[in-house]
């Protein structure tokens, strides 16, 4: 199958591999990962090993906490602000997504939020600039969507907030390309696009952050109380942060976030080449500047014709090419771990249904 699914998302065949190795004797104590405590030696060097990959890949090496999480990068939604939203403060967003919106509501039953620069009147089309963001200086935190899952954007600049903290969900972008972490005072990701699969969300959070504990709310919900524990405070989703564990060390293998990026780019272009050639029988959904190359979203001249492609790319063994259902059209998630060939047989796929129905 040429696998397009937006996440849970495919993941490397060679981190499968090991894993099925792996699966029911672990490095030969005779049980399996999951059937040993999560303070068991063995448990506790993937742990530390894997915070310590994290970190390296996105060039941090010192100053931040990497904490295993439960709930989804959702959960995130609501911690971020019971965390750091404190009275008298404004949580402000940038609202460029159905993802980075619930944010900016959770942060809105939590106390005040406010939206510092929007892209939804214009269909999310195109990113908001640097000089469209009105940062309230009262602001306890900026929240962006570095790249919009379902929208199929993403941010080509950092935004500059001065001192006040800026949090990236990183949740379909995270390790596609080099990116300047030492920006963000928080980025988190579910895993389950470019990390491993569902079930662990990783927050990435300057130690700065993590000094004052917020006391106000359950123990459980403070990021404080995760990062004094190491992500043992309670058990955490062992599997899955050995799955993260697999991906990093491919993640080193293919060169980085720097090579990466490269294939990355070259794999989206073939699919949006093909888009801009087709004489508007192939539309984009996001303007050239603002294009992801995670998530390729277009649509085509009628959603009867949309339906029709998205029913013979399944003949033709493609999978997940449907766009959300709140959006419709044709989206592609070509994550890190989705092979050049995928790409080059989808825009091959497309030409040819062009040809047939054009
Ligand atoms: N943020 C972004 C950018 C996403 O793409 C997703 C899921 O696709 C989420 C948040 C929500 O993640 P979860 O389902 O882990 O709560």
Redesign the pocket.
């Known amino acids: 199958a040429y696998n397009f699914n ?2 849970p998302a495919m993941l490397p065949l060679e981190v499968l591999q090991q894993a099925q190795e792996q699966f029911v004797d672990y490095n030969g104590i005779g049980m399996s990962l999951m059937e040993i405590s999560h303070r068991s030696k063995e448990y506790e060097a993937i742990n530390s090993e894997t915070q310590q990959l994290l970190l390296k890949l996105l060039g941090l090496e010192s100053g931040y906490q990497v904490l295993f999480l439960g ?5 995130q939604f609501a911690t971020i602000p019971l965390n750091f939203l404190k009275p008298g403060k404004v949580g402000s967003y940038i609202i460029t997504g159905n ?1 980075s919106e619930k944010a900016y509501q959770e942060g809105q039953v939590v106390g005040e939020a406010k939206i510092a620069a929007s892209n939804k009147a214009g269909k999310w089309r195109s990113l908001p600039k640097q000089s469209e963001i009105e940062l309230d200086p009262n602001s306890a935190y900026l929240h962006m ?1 570095t ?4 929208e199929g954007s993403q941010f080509s600049y950092i935004p500059e907030t001065g001192d006040i903290p800026l949090i990236g ?1 990183m ?2 972008g995270i390790l596609s390309r080099p990116i300047d972490a030492k920006k963000f005072s928080m980025i988190y990701a ?1 895993a ?2 470019n990390l491993g699969p ?1 079930g662990v ?1 990783i927050a990435v959070i300057r130690d700065e952050w993590l000094q004052e504990e917020p006391k106000h709310i359950p123990s459980i919900l403070r990021y404080t109380t995760h990062a004094s524990n190491s992500s043992l405070y309670n058990t955490p989703p062992v599997h899955s942060i050995y799955m993260v564990n697999l991906v990093l060390k491919w993640v080193r293998d293919q060169g980085g976030v720097v090579e990466l990026e490269k294939k990355n780019i070259a794999k989206s272009n073939l699919v949006y080449d093909i888009i801009d050639a087709s004489g508007g029988f192939y539309s984009g959904n996001i303007d050239a500047d603002s294009r992801s190359i995670m998530n390729i979203t277009f649509r085509l001249p009628s959603e009867e014709l949309e339906k029709k492609f998205v029913k013979e790319s399944q003949q033709h063994n493609f999978v997940g090419l449907a766009g959300h259902r709140s959006v419709g059209g044709i989206r592609a998630s070509a994550y890190n771990a989705v092979p050049h060939e995928a790409c080059q047989a989808l825009a091959e796929f497309m030409v040819e249904f062009q040809k047939n129905n054009g």
């Open positions: 937006p996440g709930g989804g990068a959702s959960t993802f969507t790249n919009n899952t379902i969900d949740t379909s579910g389950q696009k569902s969300t």
